[in-house]
């Protein structure tokens, strides 16, 4: 074949790939999956962090709370009766934490285990120096088991909405994941977050009065999780109280909470339904 329309050949070959890439960016655009107006209407009105999240961001999370609902299996516990509610709840928030990581974030995650209130965990302790073991349990309201599973209590999820106080167990336990998946990256980094789990240890000794819950001072894992409550919640103040956490947890989450707009002025979220 004279070069020339070698020349010709590849150039149709290359404008081919062009126009076959160009078509799977759109296709990838089109393939966003928004929630159903009933769906969004719901969380509207009984989520208020799904409220904070600037309309640039809710295709992807409408699309990744689609795919969260598919993939990961509500079991009810303690006589709890899961409802399409319940999960829809859970899993807008779960899905915020991980709005600014990959889609693949949640992925090895496989159930949440729900129960209606604080549920009992038996623990045991083993004393490094002398081999003794101590046997006890406590009641928790949200575990984090491995990398594939979350235990959740409905009653804690639902009071989190309703004070809006920088508490939220779906956070917290979403977070745990994350950061088991990642193998503890994030909860053993240095800088900016062992500064202020080391602030925060010392401020608990003291007996002061902290914005982050003293229950972050229990380790550094239970830190981050404690923190990124706050950056989800009440990001302006943790901003404003501790501006180097606040980026490295910006930074982290590749998300900036404190400049999206407040959730809409109103009473509590309704009841659910029976």
């Known amino acids: 074949m004279p070069w020339p329309w070698l020349l010709l050949v590849a150039a149709s070959a290359l404008a081919l790939a062009a126009l076959l890439a160009s078509h799977r960016r759109r296709t990838r655009i089109r393939s966003v999956r928004t929630l159903e107006p009933a769906a969004r209407n719901l969380l509207e009105a009984r989520v208020p962090l799904f409220r904070r999240v600037p309309p640039g961001l809710r295709p992807e999370l409408e699309h990744r709370i689609r795919d969260w609902l598919e993939h990961v299996e509500f079991l009810g516990c303690g006589g709890l009766a899961v409802r399409d509610d319940m999960r829809l709840v859970i899993a807008s928030q779960a899905c915020i934490t991980a709005l600014g990581l990959g889609r693949d974030a949640f992925d090895r995650l496989r159930g949440v285990n729900l129960y209606p209130d604080e549920f009992w965990v038996e623990e045991h302790e083993v004393d490094e120096e002398t081999g003794v073991v101590t046997e ?35 956070v917290h336990e979403a977070v745990h994941y994350l950061d088991h998946a990642a193998g503890g990256r994030a909860s053993s980094q240095g800088g900016a977050l062992a500064a202020e789990y080391q602030a925060l240890c010392e401020a ?20 981050l999780a404690v923190a990124a409550e706050l950056f989800f919640e009440q990001p302006r103040r943790l901003r404003r109280r501790h501006g180097a956490l606040y980026a490295a947890l910006r930074d982290a989450f590749r998300l900036d909470p404190a400049e999206w707009p407040p959730p809409h002025a109103g009473s509590a979220p309704p009841t659910a339904p029976a």
């Open 136 to 170: 006890g349990g406590r009641a928790l309201s949200g575990q984090t088991v491995a990398t594939d599973r979350i235990v959740l209590s409905w009653r804690d999820v639902e009071e989190a909405a309703a004070r809006q106080d920088g508490y939220n167990v779906v």
């Open 204 to 223: 608990v000794d003291r007996g002061e009065e902290t914005l982050i819950d003293p229950y972050g001072a229990e380790d550094p894992v239970e830190f």
